[in-house]
Nanobody, 121 residues
């Protein structure tokens, strides 16, 4: 079964940090570009950070540049999002996404279940 299992979310004060993890199984992780998305109440889901299959290239939305770092460990089938320092406007449900970037099935997508990140004092 395909699974993207997220962990590391929770409640944190402004200026604090969190490290989200997304553990993948049931598919060829190395063929998939990975990304993190978030959706705040009443807002559209937005892409936050993305990383290529081999981790050689990363991209971020402007609002998180310098604060968030996406990384992946292909040996562990895991992608991470280090968030520091956090701001109240980072409060959202964060989702892990896998998109196949290699082969005839390019474009196939999988989503994690989402995990809540709340930044509040």
């Amino acid at each position: 079964q395909v699974q993207l299992v997220e962990s590391g979310g929770g409640l944190v004060q402004p200026g604090g940090s969190l490290r989200l993890s997304c553990a993948a199984s049931g598919f060829f992780f190395r063929f998939y570009a990975m990304s993190w998305h978030r959706q705040a109440p009443g807002k559209e889901r937005e892409l936050v950070a993305a990383i290529t299959t081999d981790g050689s290239t990363t991209n971020y939305i402007d609002s998180v540049k310098g604060r968030f770092t996406i990384s992946r460990d292909n040996a562990k089938n895991t992608v991470y999002l280090q968030m520091n320092p956090l701001k109240p406007e980072d409060t959202a449900v964060y989702y892990c996404k896998a998109v196949r970037a290699v082969g005839a099935s390019t474009g196939r997508e999988y989503w994690g279940q989402g995990t809540q990140v709340t930044v509040s004092s």
